[in-house]
């Protein structure tokens, strides 16, 4: 375990919640710990799609996206 010291990772297993809150607390009989890529801060920036939506830049679209009434 000490290779995912200070990194991203997944783990699957039984995961004990707290009753209350529904937070996680611990995980017990872990199967698969996997590790994540971190993605640099600014890489939505770089989001290329296969429409052709305009002018926008894809930080205009996203946010567009996000505030978007439901």
């Known amino acids: 375990m000490l290779q995912y010291w200070r990194k991203f990772v997944r783990v699957s297993g039984l995961i004990i919640r707290d009753a209350q809150r529904g937070h996680p607390l611990e995980i017990q009989q872990i199967s698969d710990v ?10 939505y920036k770089k989001a290329a799609g296969m429409l052709d939506l305009g002018e926008d830049t894809s930080e205009v679209l996203i946010r567009k996206l996000r505030d978007a009434s439901a």
């Open 34 to 43: 996997e590790e994540l890529q971190v993605s640099d801060p600014d890489s």
